[in-house]
């Protein structure tokens, strides 16, 4: 549901859901950044899954007080496979710029030596690097399409270390972007109630995220969390919990 609906049904201000999307953002912004940690995370998957904020890229020179960021907008997703937890994420551009603080953050989460496979696409090998070393074993997944646009096959390529090539996947963070798409107003395709501001785009994620984590139960899980099967929580957390534990109340 958008933020226009939304304010109609539960009989209060716009203003006041907004306020309560970015309070709430920032929180679990700051909830994910101090309680996911030392994740013993043995195999990574990672994708980049796009949206736009107040105008699609074709508009935007022509969009009347169009933001900073107006255009296209990709989150940088990187999703432990074994738990199903959202490990970090990033949204911004589909470069170096974004790429970098994203693979940085990873190392900074995780600890050991990790297994990380990503599509074929961007500069990943560069930033796999510039991030772990020769720390961690990577492949890179790089699928094939026909002259149609039809997905024929897949190309799995060992980058560094020494990766298990049966582990060589993204099929676990690409189904994480369909629920995504599924939950988020904003994901969903040919959207009408796509991001108008940056700031209010980056607390939904957050919120999301930290929802995602702690709270929603998962069915390969057998109804944990993912926090839960990573053992950064003793249980699954109730939305009230969870605010609380973001507010600090």
Same mark, same amino acid.
């Given at each position: ?120 696409? $961007? ?6 690097? !510039? #991030?772990?070393? *020769?720390?961690?074993? %990577?492949? &890179? ?79 390969? $899980? ?6 839960? !099967? #990573?053992?950064? *929580?003793?249980?699954? %957390?109730? &939305? ?10």
């Amino acid at each position: 549901m958008g933020c226009g609906p939304l304010p109609r049904l539960m009989r209060v201000s716009p203003v006041t859901v907004l306020k309560l999307i970015r309070d709430a953002g920032n929180a679990a912004a700051d909830f994910h950044h101090e309680a996911v940690r030392g994740v013993p995370s043995a195999n990574i998957q990672c994708d980049e899954l796009w949206a736009y904020l107040y105008a699609k890229d074709k508009r935007v020179k022509d969009a009347q007080a169009a933001p900073p960021h107006a255009g296209s907008i990709w989150t940088w997703t990187a999703l432990d496979t074994d738990s199903h937890l959202i490990v970090t994420w990033l949204c911004g551009r589909r470069d170096m710029v974004t790429g970098l603080p994203f693979m940085e953050d990873l190392r900074f989460r995780v600890k050991g030596r990790p297994q990380i496979t990503t599509d074929g696409g $961007l500069s990943y090998p560069d930033l796999v690097d !510039a #991030a772990f070393g *020769a720390d961690v074993d %990577y492949s &890179m997944l790089v699928k094939r399409y026909d002259n149609r646009g039809q997905y024929v096959g897949a190309d799995r390529f060992a980058v560094s270390g020494n990766p298990d090539m049966a582990r060589c996947s993204t099929s676990l963070v690409e189904r994480h972007n369909l629920a995504m798409r599924s939950h988020l107003r904003r994901y969903t395709r040919r959207t009408n109630a796509h991001s108008k501001r940056w700031e209010l785009h980056i607390a939904s994620l957050a919120f999301w995220f930290a929802y995602y984590n702690w709270v929603r139960p998962h069915e390969t $899980l057998r109804g944990s969390s993912p926090a839960q !099967a #990573a053992g950064l *929580a003793t249980r699954r %957390y109730t &939305m009230a919990e969870l605010f609380r534990y973001c507010l600090k109340l």
